[in-house]
């Protein structure tokens, strides 16, 4: 089992940056890919961010290449998404999610590739 917990959430103006955290016990994050998914109001859970097992290859949702990084510490068993420039529609609440497979290269981009998921934490960016 793998057990997420997200944090650094908050209340920012646009153009301000937040690094979110997603600390994992029960199973190394570099065993499994990692990703961030984000849920806006009235709208279904959308890809952000994943970064692959061992390899650490990442891939990035195109309205945030350039603004987002996602990374990991191995050490700390934690996983990270830095976010930059932030704008109102980055409004959303982000889930941290871990595949339970180990993919060396492959970063997922679907849901239903993740079997195990943090509970989310807000990110409001007023205008």
């Known amino acids: 089992q793998l057990q997420l917990v997200e944090s650094g959430g908050g209340l920012v103006q646009a153009g301000s940056s937040l690094r979110l955290s997603c600390a994992a016990s029960g199973r190394t994050v570099s065993s499994n890919a990692m990703g961030w998914f984000r849920q806006a109001p009235g709208k279904e859970r959308d890809f952000v961010a994943a970064?692959?097992?061992?390899?650490?290859?990442?891939f990035y949702k195109e309205s945030v290449k350039g603004r987002f990084i996602i990374s990991r510490d191995n050490a700390k068993n934690t996983v990270y998404l830095q976010m930059n420039s932030l704008k109102p529609e980055d409004t959303a609440v982000y889930y941290c999610a871990g595949s339970g497979t180990r993919y060396l290269y492959y970063t997922p981009t679907s849901e239903r590739e993740y079997g195990y998921w943090g509970q989310g934490t807000q990110v409001t960016v007023s205008s």
């Open positions: 970064i692959s097992g061992s390899y650490g290859n990442t």
